[in-house]
């Protein structure tokens, strides 16, 4: 296979997605009131409207259309406040009534846009930049900024599952027969279809894991790539750098994770590329990416005439939305990861990686939010030592263990003493590893360990200074080839005494007497 | 003529209705006598006039609060259907012998 | 003693004061049937264990000294289209012959929240797709005042149930004239209310944009009870609306004042029949002469409504009826291989022609590039003839016309698709443009002998307006006979009207490969 840089030497890729998002944080499904629930027994979330039942007729959730709205607000859309449900008809045994109910070619949300701010290393995938804006020189990173286009967002409901039994894999193909479950049909789900302003496999990656992180502060959704609560289709074509005209696309499924994601459309890309140099042409398919054997295969199904037939739904209303609907949701829009990046660089000095790592995750946001808040008037001075312990000490935690924050024993108030501890150099950031080990195991608070361990650091000047001299005594020939230039030999003393204090002894100030008494005379 | 024979057999395709020999000719009259009283609606001057998809002038926003009720028995359900399994709906094979997809 | 002919208020009235009980009222009508229907066959199935329920039900609350209920004591049937738990819902059809409905419909709850004794299923054209209750699978009904005639659609055996004295009322659904055409055909009122005063819920939809749950009764009170106890909102229905209307309170107040349109092109249409045209004449008159101000209006665009009517409603139909596949209910094709010969044979073998043909129809309708062509236009045409009736009822407060061109037409009679579709031409508008209408006997032909109707037509959620004209117009025809006598010949073979001798039952007879039978006698019926 051929490599994606040199691909992308020749070609420029042309990428849009299609993201389904299921509204899985409400109660009840999107046309009535079956909850909303993963792993449930087959069948046993359905009643007579999302099974299709002769007789019944849906009436919309209001909590999902006020969802969908604050989605398009994220995402700087525009609402349109008239709009209505269509039909989507087409035969497929997971929707119950053999029509979808979706949206027409007015959406809740239409014309919004991210703009997605690419560093190092993934920005090195895109050589060519048109279009883009480098970072400012104050994020201190390199990269560029590049606008993603959103067509619409659109209202539908989901499809029930399909188990394909008998053949290799649970796959269609070579299944004997297939069992179906409806407890997913008519679960609330969003579209979100972006423009085809996405141009390497790295862009799309950090839009989808950008948009996740929007879903999730919103609160819409659990996203749930695993689950299938956040899912992404790609189309990609290619095109001769320089050229206007778009190639001929494909259409990718079955890239269920963000590694996926970025995976598929890179294979997509070589192999299109292949096709198109060896003098082919790329025909206009769905392909499944194959994670295990690393390629995308068509998925050979007659691609059945694009007609579907839509028509507005007879019968549900349509919508006339008041502004103050709109000014309502409006109002419940929180803070947003773009915005609490650039706060955390404005009011605490964080650097652009820092904020961004911060902002992005929304719990590790809201932690140090609630540190700093405990930190009060030393909040400024705190914020960098508390964000180091965040993110290096309590996110590779996390990594070990597996757990969300929410599952450990830490709290803000308790990893600001720490953090406090080590700026004041009570600690040293040796002594604070270990005391962080017991934060975690126990809960208890840093000055507690501190005390009930013994840990408090030898800060004292005259104490160390006593010591040093005696090891300098014990190793006159090491102290005589330091001075001589062998300055490496510094950390042999420090080390000495460091065992000396039982590894309590403050390194700087340690660092500090050596290079006194050794150079000063 | 609006529809040909190919045209009713494309259209019974994609309405998954199976025609027997011999009637493929009778639809396509009917289908298109039906079509040609339509006539008038696409001789109507229309200009100007906005589609009424939902009769009731003015209703809009019909919605219902987030509110579980409970669910059917999945045996009340299953008992409607003619082939289940393992408390699902059991279908042929999709891509099966004789399959078009 | 027959209780046939008994109002809801006497029917109330007498249970109030005990001189029958609901038992003997459901055994009384079980009777009627078994006599009757035989010949008529307006039901596809009977329910007496619910009747007898429902009727042992409200003679313990009576016992116990609460006042009857609004319909209490009311016999009724169901439209095969509306599920009631506990019966099929087969809307005519092979597809759902052996369908039992987990569910009941809003309406038909309401109607038994109210007092009244669920006595059967109604026969009707498949999925309502007809004019004449030809195209049930079950066979068809017979008009009950000319056993060779048919009763009219899709609603027949509604309107012959109701026609025949079986029932007190009948409940049925009207898309284009479903309620209207097949009252008119069998003499009896038929009422489809303004679109959202009934709760659609559990009726099977057809055409949902078009489609209204109505009534059958042999006067214009029992039919006002009825809306009464089935009207209101229902938050299972998003179109349905609370129309704050007492229907049953506007009886009687009189047309005074009332300004009543005319359409002049209506009552002297081309292919009107003199016995039409002279009862609309006649009509006007003694609305004239009660004081109501004639005013001749004009619908300008209704000439469109037909050809509007037959986009719409095959569209929506399409589309409704694409979840018949039998997989999760209904007539599941034997030997399918796959999922496509599943959904191709199925739906093949479980819909009858008419299905087949709507469907098919609608989704060529929809298909892309036509659906500009005919489906859009058809709901901007919906827009114009909505705008007519809204200036029309500027200037009147109820309009009336011609139910239908001519009466009762034989089995067989019309048998191309087109000419079916035309005997709607005076009940479609209203369809389309959501108002309510009713169909209102006014006697019997003197030529043909079967009876003769004319419409009221009120505005958009002012059904009481038909109410007060109907019911006045009511009272002009005292004489006319309330049921159609008894040609069967089972019992005091009866003589008046009908011509149709004991056993040469019906025209064209279309009988079904499974019959009435059937479906009747597994819920141990009297029929």
Known sequence: MKDLLKVLQTWEAVIGLEVHTELTTLNTKMFCSCPVEFGAEPNTLICPVCLGLPGALPVPNKAAIESIILAGIATNCDIEQQTMFYRKNYFYPDISSNFQITQGPVAFCMRGWLDLNITEPAASEREYREGTTELPASYASSGYTTRINITRIHMEEDAGKLVHIGGTDGRITGADYSLVDYNRCSTPLIELVTEPDLRTPEEARLFLQSLRQIWLTLGISDCSMEEGSLRCDGNVSLRKRGAKELGTKTELKNMNSFKNLHDGLAYEICRQADVLESGGRVVQETRHWEPASKHTVSMRLKETADDYRYFPEPNLAPYDLSDEFVAEVRSRLPELPDEQRARFMEVYALSFIDASALASDRDVASFFDEGMAFAAAQAQELAKPFTNLLLNDVLASLNTSGHVLAETKLTPAHLVELAQLIAKDTLSSKQGKEVFAHMLKTGEAPAQIVEKEGMQQVSDTAALEQIALEILKEFPDKAAEYRSGKTGLLGFFVGKAMAATKGQGNPKLINETFIRLLDGE | ?101 | MSYSNLSIAAIRAGLATRQFSAEELVQDALNTINIRDKVIHAFIELCPELAYRAAEKLDAALSAGEAPPLLAGATIGYKDNMNLEGTHTTCASKMLENYKSPFTATCVTKTLEAGALPLGKLNMDEFAFGSSTETSYFGCTHNPWDLERVPGGSSGGSAAAVAAGMVTVALGSDTGGSIRQPASFCGVVGFKPTYGVISRYGVVGFGSSLDQAGVFGRSVANVAETIDAMSGKDPLDCMSQDAHAVYSSSVGAGVKGMRIGIVRSYVDADGISPEIHNALEDAISKLESLGAVITEVELPNAKAALSAYHVIGPCEAFSNLSRFDGIRYGYLSPNARNLDELYEQSRAQGFGAEARRRIMLGSYLLSSGIYEQYYLPAQKVRTLITQDYHQVFEQVDALLTPTTARTAFKFGEIADPVSMYLSDIFTIPINIAGNGGMSLPVGLGEESGLPVSVQVIGPQFKDENIFRVAAALEACYPDIARIAPDTSGTQQASQAGGSAQDSQVGGSGQSSPQGESAQASPEGGAA
């Open chain 2, 1 to 101: 003529m609006y529809l040909t024979e190919e045209d009713v057999r494309e259209i019974a395709a994609y309405t998954r209705i199976a025609l027997v020999d011999g009637e493929v000719t009778d639809l396509k009259s009917d289908l298109n006598a039906i079509i040609e009283t339509l006539k008038p609606i696409t001789q109507y001057d229309l200009s100007g006039v906005e589609p009424t998809f939902h009769p009731i002038d003015g209703l809009s926003n019909v919605m219902r609060e987030d509110v579980i009720k409970p669910s059917m028995l999945r045996e009340t359900a299953l008992a409607l259907a003619t082939s289940t399994e393992n408390g699902q709906y059991r279908i042929p094979t999709i891509l099966g012998e004789g399959s078009n997809r």
